[in-house]
């Protein structure tokens, strides 16, 4: 397939990639109306990945002004979102590395924070939404639950998990953005699955937390 060939078939089927050539045509909001649409899900990925909720929301703005500064030179290769994340993997991954800090640190201390809330979506989608308070209350409790589970995950585990389950990219499309086979990646997914069923099965069976 030629280059030129990929490129009509991606700007035909991926809406963000042709909101991308837009912005690299300085076609005038295009690029804000790209940040809309993808600021909200990379804070919530970064936070993740990097334990700070302030961390992830520059990270974040990085990601968007190294874009930015690219777009020139844009020539679509893949989903605009497979480019995206990519970008903020990497940067996330050297943001931990150049700190010295374990990547699966805890999501902060007490108090509500939008990396607790990312979660959320996690919680609501297991349980009924019935609206009652304790209802309410138990979707908080899972989604803490979710979200400690998640950090027992290796680095790389999470990374394939919240791209598979959050971003619902495919083996192919994560084996891009993490520099991995697709062999690699559904081994990653196969192993972080056992993980989360030890640690979710039990509460959703019994209410308890595992040990």
Do not use: C
């Not at 809406?15 to 005038?28: A, E, G, K, S």
């Not at 993808?38 to 919530?44: A, I, K, M, N």
């Amino acid at each position: 397939m030629s280059t030129d060939t990929l490129e009509q078939q991606l700007e035909a089927r991926d809406p963000d990639v042709r909101l991308m050539l837009q912005v690299r045509d300085d076609v005038q909001g295009a690029f804000e109306v790209l940040v809309e649409r993808y600021q909200h899900r990379l804070v919530g990925v970064l936070a993740h990945l990097v334990g700070r909720p302030e961390e992830a929301e520059d990270l974040a703005q990085e990601v968007f002004l190294r874009i930015y500064r690219a777009r020139k030179g844009y020539r679509p290769r893949a989903k605009f979102s497979t480019w995206l994340f990519t970008i903020a993997n990497n940067l996330a991954l050297n943001h931990l590395r150049g700190k010295g800090r374990n990547p699966t640190v805890a999501l902060g201390g007490g108090g509500e924070s939008s990396a607790s809330l990312e979660v959320r979506p996690v919680g609501e989608r297991a349980l009924a939404r019935d609206g009652t308070p304790s209802a309410q209350m138990r979707q908080v409790e899972l989604a803490d639950v979710v979200r400690d589970a998640l950090e027992g995950l290796g680095e790389d585990q999470k990374v394939a998990v919240l791209l598979n389950k959050f971003e619902e990219m495919s083996y192919a499309e994560i084996a891009e953005v993490m520099g991995r086979s697709e062999a690699a990646v559904k081994s990653l997914l196969a192993r972080a699955r056992t993980h989360l069923r030890e640690q979710l099965e039990p509460y959703l069976r019994t209410g308890q937390r595992a040990p």
